[in-house]
């Protein structure tokens, strides 16, 4: 297993999921990335992560693509699209595959929660723990899904905000999902093999996937990948305690009035307002950030 003192370069990213446009809690997580790359001199880059086709809403790749640059955060290369690169999830697969560290599973997801007497969870990219029923064989059932094998994954690795972490994948999770039932390769193994793929030593993200954190270092080991840094940012919450979303309507920012999104979106961040254009914003942004965060140790200021 490689770590992150592997990587010579810094490559950051923003990786949306196109569910709808950016709303405040994603521009928390966009102008993180930017800045701790600005302040690494280091590269930024977005992938739009539609690997997930139910959920993914037509045109919110673009919207979200023009949302970024009103915002003055560009990227240095240009996007790419998950859709397009299933060839290399479906390699990713077939290495595990011939490893045995993943297996088919034919139970439906009336059979997990009546196997574990839980209701599927509603928070993103959260999983009700596989009982393990098909880790020994399907016995006679047709293949649905293809997981992940969990035994003996107990997982710690460090944060550079939220401090030292670690989470027993079987236990918590258990044998979780890398190819689903509806035929789309699962979130935890796009951005694994993406993140290596792209060669990211950097991610920057929302506190919610705190807790996937251990199933994607898991999968970077079982297919022999680099371990990134991983910083995940405050969540910002609604007026009324709620975490903001796509899908509980949390509002699209406002591009007419960049420089007060970012001061919202900065303000979570615990960096100063700004006043003046964008750049210039973004400029005393990264400076603030670069004291802070690019600096070996650094604990974030604010919560
Ligand atoms: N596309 C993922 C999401 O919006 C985030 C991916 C990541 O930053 O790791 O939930």
Known sequence: MQSADTFTHYRGRFA???????????????????LDARAHRGQWLVRIEDVDTPRTVPGADRLILSQLAACGLHADAPPV???????????????????????????????????????????RHVELRYPGTCQHGLKGKAPRAWRLRTEGAAMAWQDRAAGPQAQDVESVVGDFVLLRADGCFA????????????????????????????????????????????????????????????QNGAQAIDTTQALQALNLAAAALGLPAQSGPVDQALIAWTAAWASAWARPGAHLSAT
């Open 187 to 246: 979130y935890q193994l796009a951005v694994v093999v993406d993140d290596a793929d792209q060669g990211i030593s950097h991610i920057v993200r929302g506190a919610d996937l705190l807790d996937n954190t251990a199933r994607q270092i898991r999968l970077q080991q079982c297919l022999q990948l680099p371990r990134p840094q991983y910083l995940h940012t405050p969540l910002v919450l609604g007026a009324h305690g709620e975490k903001l979303s796509k």
């Open 81 to 123: 699209w998950q859709s397009a690169r299933t060839g290399l999830y479906r390699a990713a697969l077939d290495r595990l595959v011939a490893r045995a560290l993943a297996y088919p599973c034919g139970c439906s997801r009336k059979d997990i929660e009546n196997a574990t007497h839980a209701d599927t969870p509603r928070a």
């Open 16 to 34: 949306p999921s196109p569910t709808g446009p950016l709303h405040a809690g994603s521009l928390v997580a966009a102008l993180a990335s930017w």
